[in-house]
């Protein structure tokens, strides 16, 4: 056993794999062939268990519990009830703990929605854009769009004032949108807190990390660039201080040179592991399979699990098998090759182990670039990043400035690449029209 980390990520999946969505591109839900015949419900002597050792083991002041599926809300409210009433039964004084729940929204009433509250659950909501984007692969078993059920969720959410976040997977229907999905989250969704994840969806028969083909339900690694890039030009000119963008944050801890906080983009993983319905712990939620199990919690004490060697190894092969390409690379210091799940490319030089989103990757950190060294300089000084937007506001007057009089046809005066009448002459252009 090494030692084990002062604190760890668990994702809990009470109800297993089971969800009464069916999204086409969701990765958990062939898990279910894992477990035949199971009813998948944690037992309540297990979620005991559970929760008791997950306390003990974090020696942080703070314990988060990580819910998820599948889709949680399947096990019902008494389920959640009865885990609540143990945490207070099990928490060491003066530790504070949290609930998060990540939930498709189609299930949430009052009932649910009140409880949260009551419980200062935050809630992660899963909205993949408006309407037709969200509908593109978010159906139901029987195959028809979620997006007004999920409204429905949302509005209870805001109705009982559940703090809550938005998960927006991104994805062949959707990543070509940019900016109709952040301003559709940030306006009709009325959300402050947004992820984005990228769909790699492996094209094989097994639901593992086998083979090195993707569906074209993925996003490909330029959508997720410009995608990345389009909505922080939108965000760092109006939104800093206001809406807090994950990928955004992770970018600025490093540029801070403080740890990303996110196991994507930290040099090593090993810290965030998953728990299933009748006690089987995995290396990662994204590793639910034999060959990373951990064993079982009824079988072997967590920290054991968490501490194990294998866990470790599982750990460290991320920062070992890194190509040397990513080990030169100008932005490894906040990318650092990203999840091994997706690096099933051969860099130019042939070594094998090259993130799938790597042209995405690099594009996108290159071009926050200079931004991100501008809000990390206010942060050092103890001034507010959000000062971005108004030294944003000056470049971007002065370029139109610069762009007055500018042939209209030549590349713009500020350097963006684009044409003249296409970027700072654009006011120009539709004043003469
Ligand atoms: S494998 Fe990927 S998702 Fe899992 S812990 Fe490592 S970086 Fe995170
Ligand atoms: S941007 Fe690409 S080359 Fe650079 S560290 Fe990330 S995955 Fe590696």
């Known amino acids: 056993m090494t030692l084990a980390p002062p604190a760890f990520h668990l994702m809990t999946k009470p109800g297993g794999a089971i969800c009464n969505l069916d999204c086409t591109y969701c990765y958990f839900l062939s898990k279910e062939l894992l477990y035949p015949g199971s009813r998948f419900e944690m037992a309540y002597d297990l979620l005991e268990t559970y929760t008791k050792e997950y306390i003990a083991a974090q020696r942080v002041p703070e314990v988060t519990f990580a819910w998820q599926g599948g889709e949680p809300t399947l096990l019902g409210l008494e389920f959640y009830e009865h885990a609540v009433a143990l945490q207070r039964k099990h928490r060491r004084p003066g530790m504070r703990i949290q609930n998060t729940l990540q939930t498709n929204g189609t ?14 659950f935050l809630v992660g909501l899963s909205v993949d854009g408006p309407e037709r984007l969200h509908d593109a692969y978010r159906v139901n078993k029987g195959g028809k769009g979620s997006f007004n059920q999920v409204m429905r969720g949302l509005a209870l959410l805001k109705k009982h004032r559940v703090d809550f976040n938005i998960l927006t997977t991104l994805h062949a229907a959707n990543a070509p949108y940019p900016l109709e999905v952040y301003h559709f989250l940030r306006d009709e969704v009325g959300a402050r807190f947004m992820q984005f994840i990228p769909i790699v969806e492996r094209a094989n028969g097994t639901g593992f990390q086998e083979g090195t083909d993707v569906t074209d339900r993925s996003v490909t690694a330029t959508q997720y660039g410009d995608f990345l890039s389009q909505i922080f030009d939108e965000w760092v000119r109006k939104d800093v201080g206001d809406v807090y963008v994950q990928m955004f944050d992770v970018a600025l801890a490093a540029w801070v040179g403080m740890s990303p906080g996110l196991c ?37 004490p967590l920290l054991e ?76 000084q103890g001034r507010p990043p959000a ?45 003469r029209s």
């Open 107 to 120: 299930l949430l009433d009052d009932a649910w929605c009140a409880f949260f509250g009551r419980h200062d």
């Open 264 to 300: 994507v983009f930290e040099k090593t993983c090993g810290t965030a592991l998953a728990l299933e319905h009748n006690g089987d712990v995995y290396s990662c939620d994204h590793y639910v399979e034999p060959d990373y199990l951990l064993g079982n919690l009824q079988e072997l």
């Open 305 to 380: 699990m968490v501490a194990s060697e294998k866990q470790r190894a599982f750990g460290q092969v991320k920062d070992d098998t890194l190509p040397q390409g990513c080990r030169d690379c100008e932005v490894r210091f906040v990318c650092n090759g990203g999840c091994p799940k997706d690096r099933i490319l051969t860099t130019p030089d042939g070594e094998p182990g090259l993130n799938y989103l790597c042209a995405g990757y690099r594009s996108f950190f290159n071009y926050i670039g200079p931004a991100m060294q501008f809000m990390a300089s206010e942060l050092r």
């Open 387 to 431: 000062n971005i937007m108004r030294q944003l506001a000056l470049e971007d007057a002065d370029a139109r400035g610069a762009a007055v009089g500018a042939p209209r046809n030549a590349p713009c005066p500020c350097g963006s690449g684009k044409k003249t009448k296409r970027c700072c002459g654009r006011a120009q252009a539709s004043s």
